[in-house]
């Protein structure tokens, strides 16, 4: 009986290719750092906006060319924690939430320590939402996922510059944001995660109506790209608490 030829070997050079996005990702952040360090703030809130595009390709460049590996999955933890971490939170902090010191010492303390409470809070959910991968509805996410946070915390700056508000008169607005989207993503609210009903098929499909509200998200977005994000992106944020609102409600009339 004749044996079978062997199949052919997939190169390893084709695990490159999902790493270069995450890699390009955790440039943007990178960036993005430097970007606010040097008070570039458009600069820097558009670069958190490219590493989350980025972010969003990467794992969909991996399952199309069936490239899915363990350290892909670390390694882009550790970039999310870069560009959705900390280059938001020192975003802020140089743009607004240094000139607490301006309010006193410990205000000032009371800045850094805001910039500080999110960066661990994006630490913690990366950190959650690794541990609990196929073991949660794929339907939901638990807590804000740390790109939409992130997009909140740019898409703020970036409205409040593009109005030439300066961040030195919006310290305290800067700091409910910052420690509101933090505790957000450590939150056991629920989040639509985008991704179909369910496990079976066709479960990826999503209703017609979406598809309209993506055009004219994408409509507004080329008019007024910071203000869009800002309000799309605020909508996300409230809707795991409005949900959540509704859901006890329900209880109670069950109950009741």
Not at 22 to 28: D, P, Q, R, V
Not at 72 to 89: E, I, K, R
Not at 170 to 198: D, E, H, N, P, W
Request: net charge positive.
């Amino acid at each position: 009986m004749d044996e079978l030829p062997p199949k052919p070997r997939r190169g390893r050079g084709i695990y490159l290719l999902p790493n270069l996005f995450t890699t390009g990702g955790l440039f943007a952040g990178f960036f993005a750092i430097i970007a606010a360090s040097q008070g570039r703030t458009e600069a820097a809130c558009i670069a958190i906006f490219v590493a989350a595009v980025l972010d969003g390709l990467d794992g969909r460049v991996a399952r199309l060319t069936n490239t899915q590996s363990e350290f892909g999955v670390q390694y882009d933890s550790l970039a999310d924690l870069v560009s959705f971490g900390m280059a938001p939170a020192l975003v802020m902090y140089h743009w607004s939430l240094v000139s607490m010191k301006l309010d006193g010492a410990t205000l000032g303390k009371i800045g850094w320590l805001a910039a500080f409470l999110y960066a661990a809070c994006a630490a913690l959910r990366l950190a959650r939402f690794n541990s609990q991968v196929g073991k949660v509805d794929k339907r939901w996410f638990i807590g804000l996922a740390s790109p939409a946070a992130a997009g909140i915390m740019a898409s703020s700056v970036w409205t409040f510059h593009s109005l030439d508000l300066s961040g030195e008169a919006l310290r305290y607005a800067a700091l409910a944001i910052t420690v509101v989207s933090g505790l957000l993503m450590v939150s056991q609210f629920r989040y639509t995660s985008f991704k179909g009903s369910g496990s079976g098929p066709g479960s990826d499909r999503v209703p017609f109506f979406a598809l309209l509200l993506v055009v004219a998200a994408l409509i507004a977005l080329w008019i007024d790209p910071p203000k869009t994000l800002l309000a799309v992106l605020g909508a996300y944020a409230l809707s795991g608490p409005t949900l959540w609102l509704w859901r006890l409600r329900g209880r109670r009339a069950a109950g009741a």
